[in-house]
């Protein structure tokens, strides 16, 4: 039943380096695109989001690609850092107001940058 | 997580006992959602409300029931509480334009 599938589930990355999740969504009916970034023992906060009328947002060293005809869209953390190492987790609204502004998650990715 | 407090922190219980847990915001946002996390699973829509009183069910929401009797209050009731129960629970908040939730810092439950 995921509507939206994450990948991948974990990654190490050197810091400096570029670390790239990809997000898959199966329905159209979506509206809105974010990213939220939970580190442990806390709650999940929310990072970057896109709408998909746009193909590309760029917050600091957090860009977010969004390729509406594929359904996939993707996160890039530039000049990855430790303090990064987190799990980030895609996410999708659905667009009727029945929907209730509910997000739908992917299974998140465990980020490990190391120094 | 200013404006959402989620109680307790930690619990265990027993299985086949009763628990609620509780979600309390003081930004008057419309909508309310309890998630649970689990590994490899991200996070599951159990109920949500969007109004006092409105309520609905999401997609994990068996054995889970939800009531909210003013804005600010959330409950999620456990009705007899099974192992598979054990998670972490978030509750959220968003306001009408929907632009994001704020999360609460979770809920870790244990079912013994």
């Known amino acids: 039943q995921q509507q939206v599938k994450q990948s991948p589930q974990s990654l190490i990355v050197q810091k400096g380096g570029i670390s790239i999740i990809n997000c898959a969504y199966e329905?159209?009916?979506?509206?809105?695109f974010p990213w939220y970034q939970q580190f442990p023992g806390k709650g999940p906060a929310l990072l970057i989001a896109?709408?998909?009328?746009?193909s590309e947002k760029k917050e600091g060293r957090f860009t977010i690609s969004f390729n509406k005809s594929a359904k996939q869209f993707s996160l890039h953390i530039m000049d990855s850092q430790p303090g990064d190492s987190a799990t980030y987790f895609c996410?999708?609204?659905?667009?009727?107001?029945?929907?209730?502004?509910?997000?739908?998650f992917g299974g998140g990715t465990r980020v490990l940058v190391k120094p | 997580d200013a404006g959402i407090t989620q109680s307790p922190r930690h619990k265990v219980t027993e299985t086949g006992t009763p628990v609620t847990l509780r979600c309390h915001q003081t930004?008057?946002?419309?909508?309310m959602y309890w998630y649970r996390q689990d590994p490899g699973h991200g996070l599951r829509l159990i109920h949500y409300?969007?109004?006092?009183?409105?309520?609905d069910k999401g997609e994990v929401s068996d054995g889970y029931s939800v009531s909210r009797s003013k804005t600010e209050d959330f409950l999620l009731t456990l009705e007899s509480a099974t192992s598979s129960q054990t998670s972490v629970y978030f509750c959220?908040?968003?306001?009408?334009?929907?632009?994001?939730?704020?999360f609460g810092s979770g809920t870790r439950l244990t079912v013994v």
């Open positions: 996410a999708a609204r659905g667009l009727s107001k029945a929907a209730g502004n509910k997000l739908t």
């Open positions: 409300s969007y109004g006092v009183k409105d309520t």
């Open positions: 329905n159209t009916a979506f509206d809105y």
């Open positions: 896109i709408r998909p009328d746009v």
């Open positions: 930004e008057n946002h419309r909508y």
């Open positions: 959220a908040i968003s306001n009408a334009g929907g632009a994001g939730y704020t």
